[in-house]
């Protein structure tokens, strides 16, 4: 079964850092990887999409890289704000089915 | 884009009663729709795939009794958690596919909703 980590739990840096979180996964036959955003008591937003052929994705001042031969993707946050502390998850689909890692908690200190 | 809502948000109920959790396909169908559970600080869980016009597949350890799932319509299932406790507290939230091949598969998620048991 597909088994996917986030590293690390929690993370706290100063406005403006830039800032890296990292996601591994067992199986390294998957079909894409998407990060997604959960902002305490909401829903989740999703970010980015990595097809399993593609090896990064930009959005804004979010990259994600992925590697499937390692089994890890990154998310890289650039010139991070205030405004984006929040539990970041990743999540790699084997089909239909998505498997879900614990997650980031993020915060970005003013 | 594809947007799956799911309806209610928020709701507080009693111990004993039954909830209904909504999620709908608002612009594509969607033959199979998947729920999941996510307990504080775990990641989430799929609990069940929500098949169209057929009996929904449970995931190992979750009771098809306690959490009953209807997909009468290609654009909606609905989720129902007869006989609430507090330990069925939980933020549940589902999915729906976009595509036409497993590589190409986009998922959109509802927005989730909240469930406080007391």
């Known amino acids: 079964k597909q088994e996917v980590t986030q590293i690390p739990a929690a993370l706290s840096v100063p406005e403006g850092e830039n800032l890296v979180l990292n996601c591994s996964f067992t199986?390294?036959?998957?079909?894409?990887l998407q990060w997604f955003r959960q902002d305490p008591g909401k829903g989740l937003t999703s970010l980015l999409l990595?097809?399993?052929?593609?090896r990064e994705q930009t959005s804004g001042r979010l990259n994600a890289s992925l590697d499937k031969s390692s089994g890890r993707s990154t998310l890289y946050i650039a010139a991070s704000q205030p405004g984006d502390s929040a539990t970041y998850l990743c999540?790699?689909?084997?089909?239909?089915?998505?498997?879900f890692g614990t997650g980031t908690s993020l915060t970005v200190i003013p | 884009g594809a947007v799956v809502s799911q309806h209610p948000s928020w709701v507080i109920c009693k111990s004993g009663t039954s909830v209904k959790i909504e999620c709908r396909s608002l612009d594509f169908q969607a033959t199979t729709m998947f729920w999941y559970r996510q307990f504080p600080k775990q990641s989430l869980m799929l609990m069940a795939t929500s098949n169209e016009g057929s009996k929904a597949t449970y995931e190992q350890g979750v009771e098809k009794d306690k959490f009953l799932i209807n997909h009468a319509s290609l654009t909606l299932s609905t989720l129902t958690v007869t006989s609430a406790h507090p330990e069925d507290s939980s933020f549940y939230i589902c999915?729906?596919?976009?595509?036409?091949?497993?590589?190409?598969?986009?998922?959109?998620f509802g927005e989730g909703s909240w469930l406080t048991v007391v």
């Open positions: 999915s729906a596919n976009l595509g036409t091949g497993a590589s190409g598969n986009t998922i959109y």
């Open positions: 990595i097809q399993s052929s593609q």
């Open positions: 199986d390294s036959a998957i079909y894409n």
């Open positions: 999540a790699v689909s084997g089909g239909n089915q998505f498997y």
